[in-house]
């Protein structure tokens, strides 16, 4: 199994439009996850590498997840 490095690139959404689309959408719903210690502190050492809350880091995270999903189930 390789090794993964110790941080990875930043997350930037594709485009300035998209981008402000969804900076415009509310984020009125809220998502209880459990994780464990290990996963959160890795995640919060890629927010802080992206100059992002670990909570605006997830919301990326599960957007490109998401719409990259979708984009091949529609296309």
Same mark, same amino acid.
């Given at each position: 199994?390789?090794? *993964?490095?110790?941080?990875? $690139?930043? #997350?930037?959404?594709?485009?300035?439009? &998209?981008?402000?689309?969804?900076? %415009?959408?509310?984020?009125?719903?809220?998502?209880?996850?459990?994780?464990?210690?290990? *996963?959160?502190?890795?995640? $919060?050492? #890629?927010?802080?590498?992206?100059?992002? &809350?670990?909570?605006?880091?997830? %919301?990326?995270?599960?957007?490109?997840?998401?719409?990259?999903?979708?984009?091949?189930?529609?296309?």
């Amino acid at each position: 199994m390789s090794q *993964l490095p110790a941080v990875c $690139a930043p #997350l930037r959404l594709t485009s300035a439009t &998209t981008a402000e689309k969804r900076a %415009r959408a509310k984020c009125d719903r809220d998502v209880k996850l459990h994780l464990p210690e290990a *996963l959160y502190d890795d995640l $919060a050492q #890629l927010a802080r590498a992206d100059s992002r &809350t670990v909570g605006e880091y997830m %919301r990326i995270v599960l957007e490109r997840h998401a719409y990259g999903a979708l984009g091949v189930y529609r296309g």
